[in-house]
């Protein structure tokens, strides 16, 4: 099984990413790790502007994997989702980086059939609680 992330490697990796911050946000179980709702992550999932993928195709070798998908590194992927004004929801800023938006991200684990994601329901909903959302 693959060494998974901790908050503070998780820190370690985006503050080496040669990206600017304002040009992508946090997805998935990463972003989860960094609110402290969940242990740790597998790797970084990232969504990035229009400009933050030509930032990235600038500096990394990019490798497509599908569905807008693309290894930026072994331990980072990324979607292009066009301009962050365009989004339903906004990412939100927590602490330096910019994080999918919680209810979002809620959302779409609610639609999901996988199990690991059904299993994310109740911290999310009791972070959210906890947050008077």
């Not at 790790?33 to 229009?50: F, S």
């Not at 497509?64 to 301009?83: L, P």
């Amino acid at each position: 099984m693959e060494k998974r992330m901790n908050q503070t490697e998780l820190l370690e990796l985006l503050s080496s990413l040669k990206l600017d911050v304002e040009e992508y946000w946090i997805l998935s179980s990463s972003a989860l790790v960094l609110r402290g709702i969940y242990p740790d992550a597998g790797d970084l999932d990232i969504a990035v502007t229009d400009l933050g993928l030509e930032e990235l195709k600038k500096n990394y070798q990019l490798k497509s994997k599908g569905n807008d998908w693309y290894e930026v590194t072994d331990k980072i992927e990324c979607v292009c989702d066009g301009k962050k004004e365009t989004l339903n929801y906004q990412p939100e800023k927590v602490g330096d980086y910019y994080l999918q938006n919680i209810e979002e991200y809620l959302t779409y684990l609610e639609m999901s059939t996988r199990e690991k994601d059904k299993k994310r329901i109740p911290l999310i909903k009791q972070y959210m609680k906890q947050q008077n959302k």
